[in-house]
């Protein structure tokens, strides 16, 4: 046994001190194991987690052993503000709870959030240090729970963090996936996909709650009936029925006592295994129900490029509302006894389209089996939802076949129709005889496939709807859904999307984290408008020089990354030009690639050519049933073996793709950028946030008119922003003149070459059909302009190089970046959500004296911590 461990029984037993004259009690403070702040019990905590939940002394222990005994200790840290937060303040105060339905949550790594959160940072490095381990070797431990795949799934991490250090009380919801988005490969330039088994080690930050358990129902039929009051009901009689197995997740706070919840759930069979059908011989049938409901919760988004793709997705996304509505109605049904209070006592967000199918489950909760009359159950679930649109691509939107949707969902598709044939009859009052605008509104898409409208359904059941970003909610307004705003104005909101800086400049960048703080305090770190008074020392010129330098060694890790990973070295004074998102041909990567292309014409044509030095860096992950998106990641990585071995290039230009982008990897690459590429085809993207993330950290943004670049170019100054390109007015009414490609590609003689080399086969070795389908595509269609941006982008990347050989009006402009971006901070959006969707107010979490005192679980002040990785 360790000798540095107190037994646990005598933690709390005053001490007695024996003196020649007369005996004194002396009480000496010893903090709880659990629940202590200090150093001393910080360490014996952790070297007990070590030995009785990993059962391993400490010279045999490893970095991970370290790393599951560390979380645990920090858990133990935040379990008792949970409690309080949960249980003995909302509850017992029956304040309103943000209940939060989203498909996606990209909390990234916890770990160190939660070390830096309760102030814990520093000392946990020193204590590591006298055990013989490096921090950051153990965070690097850490599985990285990957539930999302792109700024859906990272919008509402963010958000869980201002929650939680603005006080707010809020749960949030989703799939406990136990395959998260997947591990991206790269073999042979090809993208390839991998199981991402997040969960092999087991999850410390999670607790299982086995009393939580609800049943879901699939299939089968419905069967009408009249009660004993007379009352028209309906009985589902369903075809089979799952589990669904809450996980809950603490969520800290920055420097506050509350401690939110994530509550992700899993499927389980309602019968694992049949004994009878095993006995009779059938031993895979044995298990066929296990094996169906848990592919529920199996995978995020699977393939639903076939039927059955589509069914599962479909499951996956009626499991978790159903689940999460009847959690939410157990709650409060704890503390009243009708639904008058519900949307006083809970605010019920969806998150996109995929949990739109809570409104009519909420409906088929409060009718079928709560037994409410139809109009007071309609009113209950207006007066709940919010919906938030992400995306103005209509395939995001969801439209559910009737035969597929009826098939899975009897009962709800009885609901819709209801829901429907009620709100048309209003839509009729008052635009009587517009048939076309009739249906236009109707929840029902008609065709040879009639189709569900789930967006519709969303915004009719809703009593808000908000965009993301100002142009995205005027598109939304305007051409999205101009009827449904004709018809409900009031319903609409814009809600620009936000960033927590805690984890996108202090945990992702503590260089540049210390040298704010030291000039300004570190108010920032809560109130991100603070970041204003940084523009006090843009003409300082030591001020400039910390700037740079702070700059110019994270690229030098980024650099030592990119070595250890992809082998390639690249020049760490070259201007680092990054782009990194999902795959999508809408975020127009190819764009990017065609500009390379020209770029490394350039250079063959004249090898003295004296240019600005570049290192291109993409990442991002492509849907796996998306061929174009993978090719394009194909593409690139052809591109960057051809110029990356070409002696005529040398480290003019290098082109790094980096596999398996996801938040760990976003830490490593934005303190580093120079320049943030966010180049979609204006009026596409909704908002972005990786634009703020670059902005925040003083990258330059080159851009088009599209999500919030527009507000960012606003608030940074238009001569901080290289914009380029078309507006989103100009796109549509080029599209409805008859957009012409060829035109561009045929009067463009750099367009017409980098075209041309990848059609000839130049960046295949010599195969010409390899990217035939996408030199197709922008030929004969081009559907996001590339063509029509290409010449405005080139000259807009000229300004972009003359501009950072002059380098400290670069540098100012960098500081200007960041300091003016306090906008866009996380606790901003959730304040104006807050203030006018959910009418949501902080709740203090006070813990008694005492127990701080006697515990010393009091979230500590503690100065900025020293997160250097050169330790």
Not at 119 to 135: D, S
Not at 338 to 360: E, M, R
Request: aromatic content about 12%; proline content about 3%; some cysteine.
């Amino acid at each position: 046994m360790n000798h540095e461990r107190i037994n646990h029984h005598n933690n709390r037993i005053p001490h007695f001190k024996k003196c020649h004259r007369r005996t004194e009690q002396v009480q000496v403070q010893v903090q709880d194991d659990r629940t202590g702040m200090d150093a001393v019990t910080l360490k014996r905590a952790l070297l007990d987690n070590l030995y009785y939940i990993q059962a391993k002394d400490r010279d045999w222990a490893t970095a991970h052993d370290y790393y599951m005994a560390l979380a645990y200790t920090v858990r133990d840290r935040l379990l008792h503000r949970w409690l309080k937060s949960v249980e003995q303040t909302y509850l017992h105060k029956d304040v309103k709870i943000l209940c939060y339905l989203s498909a996606e949550y990209l909390i990234g790594p916890q770990l160190g959030k939660n070390l830096m959160n309760v102030g814990l940072y520093q000392e946990t490095r020193n204590i590591l240090q006298e055990l013989g381990f490096n921090l950051d070797d153990v965070l690097e431990q850490e599985d990285e729970p990957a539930l999302g795949n792109g700024g859906l799934g990272r919008l509402a991490a963010c958000f869980f963090d201002s929650l939680s250090s603005l006080e707010m009380p809020a749960i949030g919801y989703g799939i406990r996936y136990e395959f998260g988005i997947f591990q991206q490969v790269i073999q042979d330039g090809w993208q390839v996909e991998r199981p991402d088994r997040w969960l092999r080690f087991g999850n410390p930050w999670e607790i299982p709650r086995l009393d939580y358990i609800v049943e879901v129902k699939f299939g089968g039929h419905t069967e009408a009936y009249t009660d004993e009051r007379g009352r028209y009901q309906v009985r589902w009689i369903p075809e089979r029925t799952v589990l669904g197995t809450p996980y809950d997740t603490p969520i800290s706070g920055y420097s506050s006592n509350t401690v939110n919840t994530l509550r992700l759930w899993s499927a389980k069979a309602s019968e694992d295994f049949n004994l009878q059908i095993f006995n009779s011989g059938d031993f895979t049938d044995a298990v066929a129900d296990k094996v169906f409901s848990e592919n529920i919760t199996k995978v995020l988004y699977p393939n639903d490029q076939n039927y059955q793709g589509k069914e599962l997705r479909l499951e996956q996304q009626y499991f978790f509302v159903s689940c999460s509505l009847q959690d939410i109605i157990r709650n409060y049904l704890q503390t009243h006894e009708n639904f008058d209070q519900f949307p006083a006592k809970f605010a019920i967000q969806i998150n996109d389209t995929h949990p739109s199918i809570g409104i009519a489950e909420m409906m088929r909760l409060l009718v079928d089996v709560h037994q409410l009359d139809w109009d007071k159950a309609w009113d209950i679930t207006q007066n709940s939802f919010g919906f938030t649109n992400h995306t103005l691509l209509s395939e995001a939107l969801e439209r559910w076949n009737i035969d597929l949707f009826g098939h899975l969902l009897p009962r709800h598709l009885e609901i819709i129709f209801e829901i429907n044939s009620r709100f048309l009859t209003q839509v009729r009052l008052k635009y009587a005889g517009d048939n076309d605008k009739i249906a236009r509104l109707s929840l029902i898409e008609e065709g040879a496939e009639k189709k569900v409208r789930m967006a519709h359904l969303a915004c009719v059941g809703s009593h808000a709807i908000n965009g993301v970003a100002e142009l995205h909610t005027e598109l939304l307004k305007n051409n999205l859904f101009p009827d449904l705003y004709e018809l409900f104005p009031q319903k609409f909101s814009n809600k620009t999307n936000g960033i927590t800086p805690r984890r996108w400049i202090l945990l992702a960048n503590p260089k540049l984290a210390l040298l704010i703080t030291n000039k300004i305090g570190k108010d920032w770190i809560n109130n991100l408008d603070e970041l204003k008074q940084l523009e006090a020392f843009i003409n300082n010129a030591d001020f400039r020089q910390s700037w740079w330098q702070v700059k110019h060694e994270n690229k030098q890790d980024l650099a030592e990354y990119i070595l250890q990973t992809t082998g390639i070295e690249i020049n760490t004074n070259s201007l680092f030009d990054i782009q990194v998102k999902r795959f999508h041909e809408y975020k127009r990567q190819h764009l990017n690639i065609l500009y390379i292309i020209t770029l490394y014409n350039r250079i063959k044509k004249n090898p003295n050519l004296n240019i600005v030095p570049r290192t291109v860096i993409f990442g991002g992950k492509s849907a796996p049933g998306y061929a174009m998106a993978k090719l394009i990641i194909k593409l690139i990585n052809s591109v960057a073996n051809v110029i990356n071995n070409d002696a005529d290039v040398g480290d003019k230009l290098k082109v790094v793709f980096l596999p398996n982008y996801n938040v760990s990897l976003a830490q490593r690459i934005y303190p580093a950028a120079d320049l943030s590429e966010q180049i979609s085809t204006a009026g596409k993207e909704a908002s972005g946030t990786s634009n703020m993330k670059f902005a925040i950290n003083g990258a330059l943004t080159i851009g088009t008119q599209d999500g919030a670049n527009i507000e960012i170019r606003e608030r940074v100054g238009a001569e901080n922003f290289f914009q380029f390109g078309l507006t989103a007015p100009e796109v549509a009414q080029l599209k409805a003149q008859g957009y012409n490609p060829w035109n561009y590609y045929n009067n463009n003689p750099e367009l017409k070459q980098a075209i041309d080399q990848i059609a000839d086969g130049y960046f295949s070795g010599g195969n010409t059909d390899l990217f035939q389908p996408l030199i197709d595509s922008l030929k004969n269609r081009d559907e996001y302009m590339l063509f029509a941006d290409y010449q405005s982008y080139l000259e807009c990347q000229q300004k972009v190089s003359q501009a950072y050989q002059e380098r400290e009006n670069w540098i100012r402009m960098s500081i200007f970046n960041t300091a003016r971006t306090g906008y866009f901070s996380s606790d901003r959006t959730i304040r104006e959500y807050a203030q006018d969707i959910w009418h949501l107010q902080p709740v203090r979490i006070n813990l008694n004296d005492s127990q701080e005192q006697k515990t010393g679980v009091k979230v500590k002040e503690a100065p900025l911590p020293n997160m250097s990785h050169n330790d």
